[in-house]
């Protein structure tokens, strides 16, 4: 993947916040902008994004391990981890 970084200090943070109920991946979602749409229409945090993103959960019968730079961004600032941390 280019202009990517590993996505595994990022899923460490979140799942430690996640532990401490700092945090949910609806939260991270909503701050990262990610969205999905219900049946009927309306709009909430896609959480599913940030767990397959993060390598939580598999996609097509794999887990990610690496997550473009913009999103690492986005992730950053949505669990207040300094970029540096993830290599950025």
Not at 12 to 27: D, N, S, W
Not at 33 to 59: C, F, H, M, Q, Y
């Amino acid at each position: 993947m280019a202009d990517s970084v590993s996505n595994a200090i990022l899923r460490e943070k979140f799942q430690r916040q996640e532990r401490l109920g700092e945090v949910t991946a609806a939260e991270v979602a909503g701050r990262c902008g990610w969205e999905s749409k219900e049946k009927s229409g309306r709009k909430k945090p896609d959480s599913s994004r940030v767990n397959r993103t993060l390598g939580i959960v598999a996609e097509a019968g794999e887990f990610r391990t690496e997550v473009t730079e913009d999103s690492a961004i986005l992730l950053c600032r949505a669990l207040h981890v300094d970029p540096w941390e993830v290599g950025l």
